[in-house]
């Protein structure tokens, strides 16, 4: 039974995402502690493992298929892999990728998996993960105690640093090739083209203030109140993504692993919950003050000042505040 | 074209979810359930490929669901052709920690697929309590079915053959979602982290996972979902339920403390707005003197 512990590279344009070498961290961190080496998977262009000096093993499948991901040719593929390689644990990001692959990997290889994990550690040789479910409400401790899993894990909550550094002088990574499926060459489904994020009318991620707004607004017609205070500050009015999923905000307003990362200088919250999705865009800015009435709400866990006041009755205030 | 489109009743994340006191389940006693809202823009994608070209609309639920007959009976309203509900030959329990699990859900349902075969199954990319993983992969692994997540849209790949010249039907058709068999198939945009998209062609049978349909979820009335139970189309089977394997070892369910987090504000609105706007000024983000 191997130690060792494999990730999935997402790549796009010929670059290796961040979030694959905040995997690639986590993943050391396990195998050190499992006694096992860091794998990961390379699916397409054999030619990126250079930017993954920091695995022991890369392990590469090349095929005219793999070159951009393709749920079913990625699922392939990394059937294949894990055949082959057997490690002790998979991990993906919970992001697309992860979300479309895992559990269908589940299945297929058969091993438990883990959704929305935040942390891992081997515990007295039992790896247990913690996976935020609910919104972020409930955090839910799960053992994986036997030969294989899969863990997907949210992106931001862990360093890319440890992932992405190579130490002076360490040795590059063994490259083990592995031949495609047979099965890559009867694929139900096809890449027509990639289509590119659309502009908005306004690049939320440049601003030094925003001023976002979730499900707690309750309606389009309430946007109003949020909106006079961005224009009363001078910002743009950002949200998380029920407000745009409900139509009342364009999608290049939203905020988090499905829109945009944000890092202004201070960051607004009203009637945002906080799920893991949202906070993975925007827990990196300088200053965020929260505003839900539910005391529990997991935003209060990022934010740096909070409170619990009806966000109907402190943005009024605010505005006159800052008109005066 | 049949779609089926699997619905699943979740916590009502605006309340608080409080759990049972040996913290192996969530308290369901005193939680209001709604629809998942991913399941909700699956719906609505489902109807949308209806009004473009009649497909024949069925929401699934499970019995063991919380409130699930007023989520099917609205789906009814809202414009689905039928609505069914599954019984597990042996009872599931309420989904989530402590209840039913994704896979057991995702058996039961591929139980009922293979009985009732879909060209098109449609359903959310996730539920808030999706701890084993989502549905729509799942599901589509147990069925041995092409799958595509985190989608955005769906649109049949078939080229209209009125809008086609006929010297072009041949290479159109080819085109434009006739595989080498001569199935059907349909276009999917799937969408990545900042709205990058990839435009994927999927042969059908196939599973969709929607993220976000093409327009907001339609409104359905009260009086229609009034109308829509009084005439009682809504269906109940009993369904055997698979093994489903892979079950989570949960050491306990928890809630997140929020030491380390944000310092609180208390007063007045006045009050806070002033220590609000005290901070924000006091980095030089707004203009004017404080009150």
Redesign the interface.
């Given at each position: 039974m191997s130690t060792n512990v494999m990730v999935l590279a997402e790549h796009?344009d010929g670059k290796i995402s961040d979030?694959t070498y905040e995997l690639i961290g986590q993943a050391r961190e396990l195998a050190g502690a499992l006694g096992g080496a860091t794998e990961v998977a390379l699916l397409g262009p054999a030619d990126l493992a250079g930017q993954l000096g920091s695995a022991d093993i890369v392990v590469c499948v090349e095929h005219p298929a793999l070159e951009?991901?393709?749920?079913?040719a990625y699922e392939r593929a990394l059937l294949e892999v894990l055949a082959q390689r057997s490690p002790r644990l998979l991990l993906l990001s919970n992001?697309?990728v992860g979300?479309?692959?895992?559990?269908?990997?589940?299945?297929?290889w058969?091993?438990?998996?883990?959704?929305?994990v935040s942390a891992l550690e081997v515990d007295g040789g039992v790896v247990?993960a913690t996976?935020?479910?609910?919104?972020?409400?409930?955090?839910?401790?799960?053992?994986?105690?036997g030969e294989r899993a899969?863990v997907?894990l949210l992106?931001g909550a862990f360093s890319s640093a440890p992932g992405a550094a190579t130490g002076p002088g360490a040795a590059a990574p063994e490259v083990v090739h592995v031949g495609p499926p047979a099965s890559l060459a009867t694929?139900?489904?096809?890449?027509?083209?990639?289509?590119?994020?659309?502009g908005g009318d306004v690049d939320i991620s440049a601003a030094?203030?925003l001023v976002s707004v979730g499900?707690?607004i309750e309606s389009q017609e309430n946007l109003e109140t949020v909106l006079e205070l961005a224009e009363a500050?001078g910002v743009p009015l950002s949200a998380s993504r029920?407000v745009?999923?409900?139509?009342w905000l364009a999608?290049?307003r939203q905020v988090g692993?499905?829109?945009?990362?944000v890092k202004p200088?201070?960051y607004?919250a009203f009637g945002i919950?906080g799920?893991p999705e949202h906070l993975e865009g925007m827990r990196r800015s300088e200053?965020?003050?929260?505003c839900n009435t539910?005391?529990?709400a997991?935003i209060?866990?990022?934010?740096?000042?909070?409170?619990?006041?009806?966000l109907f009755?402190?943005v009024?205030?605010?505005v006159?505040?800052?008109r005066? | 074209m049949r779609i089926v489109v699997p619905i699943k009743a979740v916590p009502d994340l605006v309340e608080e979810i409080e759990l049972t006191g040996d913290g192996a389940a969530i308290d369901r006693e005193y939680l209001t359930f709604v629809l998942n809202e991913w399941d909700g823009q699956a719906l609505e994608e489902a109807l949308l490929l209806k009004d473009a070209d009649g497909a024949k609309v069925v929401a699934v639920g499970l019995a063991d669901d919380p409130d699930i007959d007023q989520f099917l009976y609205t789906a009814l309203a809202k414009g689905a052709d039928e609505a069914v509900k599954l019984v597990a030959a042996t009872a599931l329990g309420p989904p989530g920690p402590g209840g039913a699990s994704g896979a057991d859900r995702a058996a039961l349902l591929a139980a009922y697929l293979t009985a009732h075969p879909a060209d098109l199954v449609i359903t959310g990319v996730q539920a808030a309590d999706d701890l084993d993983g989502q549905l729509p992969s799942r599901l589509a692994a147990l069925l041995d079915l092409p799958h595509v997540s985190v989608v955005i849209g769906v649109e049949p790949a078939q080229v209209e053959p009125a809008q086609v010249e006929p010297a072009q039907v041949e290479p159109a058709q080819k085109e434009g979602g006739r595989d080498e068999d001569g199935g059907a198939s349909v276009t999917v945009r799937q969408e990545f982290a900042g709205g990058r998209c990839h435009e994927l062609e999927v042969q059908l049978p196939a599973v969709i996972g929607v993220q976000s349909a093409r327009q907001a979820p339609r409104y359905a009335p009260i009086t229609r979902i009034r109308q829509a139970m009084n005439a009682g189309g809504l269906s109940e089977l009993v369904v055997p339920a698979r093994a489903a394997g892979n079950a989570l070892v949960v050491r306990r369910l928890h809630r997140p403390g929020t030491a380390g987090g944000a310092e609180m504000m208390t007063g007045s609105a006045r009050e806070v707005a002033g220590q609000i706007v005290g901070l924000l000024r006091a980095r030089g983000l707004v203009k004017g003197s404080v009150p």
């Open positions: 796009t979030g951009q991901y393709v749920p079913e992001a697309t979300l479309d692959l895992g559990a269908a990997l589940s299945v297929h058969d091993a438990p998996l883990v959704a929305y247990v996976a935020q479910i609910l919104g972020g409400k409930v955090l839910a401790e799960v053992e994986l105690p899969i997907t992106g694929l139900r489904t096809s890449l027509r083209r990639v289509v590119p994020a659309a030094d203030v499900r707690g500050l029920p745009v999923d409900a139509g999608k290049s692993q499905s829109g945009l990362k200088r201070a607004l919950s799920a200053l965020i003050i929260a539910d005391p529990g997991p209060f866990a990022v934010a740096h000042y909070g409170t619990t006041l009806d009755d402190l009024p205030e605010l006159d505040m800052v005066d | -």
